[in-house]
């Protein structure tokens, strides 16, 4: 997967314009990360150091070898995501483990939703969420500018009433 | 859902007749407070004796005296404020006592009409009308219409889906059907003693008992696993006998007509192009006869059996007809796994199968219980690839394939190379087969 970012020329022809995600999401997940395990590792460190032994803190260093590790995994799976727009089609590919691979039709989208909490606010990031008919049809990208949210969702829409085929 | 400003400006001409359900329904509506009092008696078993044995004869007939004419009144109030009409586009049910519902139901979203009558109701004469939309999650039912009325409803309902003209739509009247299959009482029979399930749960129901009585000498923990054990036995051999005794399809211009029912009767009618997936199963028992079943889907709908038991061409000409232009692929034309796909699923992977023609996708799962489902392109919704760490390993991948009806398709264990082409060329496909699919107001000109 490493090397997963590169285009593979397997199919000739139209070949898919793959578009990333924002570094900023990356940014927002690492900081939640590191504030939500840092805080852990405080805590954890201060409670058993004064209410146990001093030596017992250095259990505190686990929560800190996971938000390490965390900040890798992160790191992975932001460059894992990425999302095509084609003539008929939206495309979307995910995970680094686990990889899935979704195609959904214009055609075939029932509402395109874009949402966006607080803290995404703050980092300047919506995410748009895809609804057909199928509720097994998981087809959300996280963290888009809000810019390019609107536009996608606005193109969709547009392409989805041109294309639209009901059931 | 394309333009329903035009159709709103038309209805304001014609006034709307609003009817009401037939005189027999507030009956329904009087057990409910009985039902309150059981279900009290059997929550709290002790409580309820000792309430019982202080009441008196008198204080009996007091509360009876009072009960009584309140089911009535509560019955009567809510048949009074249930109204229901037929507009060009719509049914409206308006309904409640204290919390007023209003449910619009846009005629051409109807995945499915059904007439049911219970045992209690064809004695009556009368019966329920249920429709199938999607997105809803309660079934918006009219209960009860006198059984010609039922009727007469569901084809003008069907007819005003189907396109015909306002003022004709009262005088189409119920559409001819055709009879496509009929299964004999006897072929039900042996199709039941020839499912697993069927012996499994008599056999967990005949030997647990025994065992948890010598076990723990406890006629409460006896009674608590036999019981249910009992009515999942009789559920799963005579009830479903009862459900599916003198199941008929039949085709008609409305869609396809399926009734079935001992002691209470239902009639489904599915309109054209509903429905979404069809599954064939063939379980290991009846392999030697040659016997199948079919199960469909239809968004938002929740039955799901299209025959219990039929031979394999009868039902696969059934298949035709439900999907127009789509042919049953054979075994033979299933292609499997390949063979390091037995590494990541040991024995199940000889299971697998996949068959993809011009116009279905067809997957097959399942050893010693085959099932195979056909999804046309025209129905899929969207299409996924997945891949595990193990499975990138021996290089294959699933393809599923998502439909409307909350059903996925999974293509399980293919070729890493193939999904990802599978995976293009079903987008593609399912593009170009809806192009030529029908339009949901199928009699429209």
């Known amino acids: 997967m490493e090397t997963g970012s590169a285009p593979d020329a397997g199919t000739a022809g139209d070949e898919p314009v793959w578009t990333g995600l924002p570094p900023r999401l990356l940014s927002m997940r690492r900081l939640l990360l590191v504030v939500w395990l840092g805080l852990l590792a405080l805590g954890l460190g201060l409670l058993l150091g004064l209410v146990v032994e001093p030596a017992w803190a250095a259990f505190a260093l686990l929560p800190l070898v996971l938000m390490a590790w965390g900040w890798v995994m992160l790191g992975r799976n932001w460059r894992s995501w990425r999302y095509a727009e084609r003539a008929d089609d939206l495309l979307i590919s995910r995970g680094v483990l686990w990889r899935e691979e979704t195609v959904v039709p214009y055609g075939r989208m029932q509402l395109v939703e874009v949402t966006s909490g607080p803290v995404e606010r703050h980092f300047r990031l919506a995410s748009v969420q895809l609804h057909t008919a199928a509720a097994a049809t998981d087809a959300t990208i996280p963290g888009l500018d809000p810019a390019e949210a609107e536009r996608l969702r606005d193109r969709l829409t547009e392409l989805g009433e041109a294309r639209s085929a009901g059931l | ?445």
Not at chain 2, 78 to 102: M, Q, S
Not at chain 2, 237 to 245: I, L, P
Not at chain 2, 337 to 355: D, I, K, S
Request: hydrophobic fraction near 45%.
């Open chain 2, 1 to 445: 859902m394309t333009a329903p400003g035009v159709e709103d400006g038309v209805l304001e001409q014609r006034p709307l007749t609003e009817r009401r359900l037939h005189p027999v329904t507030p009956l329904r509506r009087a057990w409910a407070p009985v039902a309150v009092l059981i279900g009290w008696a059997v929550h709290d078993p002790d409580q309820a004796q000792r309430q019982l044995t202080r009441l008196t004869t008198t204080t009996l007939l007091i509360a009876l005296a009072v009960l009584v004419p309140a089911a009535a009144l509560y019955g009567f109030l809510t048949w009074w404020f249930t109204h229901f009409a037929v507009t060009d586009t719509e049914l409206r049910i308006r309904t409640g006592l204290l919390f007023r519902r209003t449910a619009h139901i846009r005629l051409e979203r109807i995945q499915a009409v059904d007439v049911t009558q219970p045992l209690l109701a064809r004695v009556a004469g009368v019966a329920k009308l249920k429709l199938d939309v999607i997105g809803v999650d309660k079934k918006d039912e009219l209960a009860f219409l006198g059984e010609d009325e039922a009727r007469a409803l569901r084809a003008e309902l069907l007819a005003r889906a189907a396109g015909f003209a306002p003022e004709t739509a009262h005088e189409v009247g119920e559409a001819p059907s055709r009879e496509l299959l009929r299964v004999p009482p006897r072929v039900l029979v042996v199709s039941l003693v020839l499912t697993g399930a069927t012996w499994g749960t008599l056999a967990a129901a005949l030997v647990v008992p025994p065992v948890l009585w010598l076990a723990t000498d406890s006629v409460w923990t006896v009674l608590a696993t036999g019981v249910p054990l009992l009515g999942a036995a009789g559920a799963s051999s005579v009830g479903r006998f009862v459900g599916e005794y003198d199941w008929t399809v039949g085709e008609s211009p409305d869609g396809l007509r399926i009734d079935h029912g001992l002691l209470d009767r239902t009639h489904e009618t599915v309109p054209p192009g509903r429905v979404q997936t069809v599954r064939i199963v063939e379980p290991l028992l009846w392999r030697r006869r040659g016997w199948v079943r079919v199960e469909l889907d239809v968004a938002g709908s929740s039955n799901s059996v299209l025959v219990p038991v039929a031979p394999r061409a009868v039902a696969e000409s059934v298949v035709a007809r439900v999907l127009p232009g789509v042919t049953v692929p054979p075994p033979s034309a299933l292609s499997r796994p390949p063979r390091r796909a037995g590494r990541c699923r040991p024995v199940w992977w000889r299971g697998y199968g996949l068959a993809v023609s011009d116009s279905v996708f067809a997957a097959r799962h399942g050893l010693l219980r085959r099932s195979l489902s056909l999804v046309p392109h025209a129905k899929v919704q969207s299409v996924r690839v997945a891949q595990g760490p193990w499975e990138r390993l021996w290089r294959v991948a699933d393809v599923k394939v998502d439909t409307g009806a909350n059903k996925t398709v999974t293509a399980r264990l293919r070729d890493a190379q193939e999904a990802a082409e599978l995976l293009r060329a079903q987008a593609e496909r399912s593009r170009t087969g809806r192009r030529d699919a029908r339009p949901d107001r199928w009699m429209a000109p």
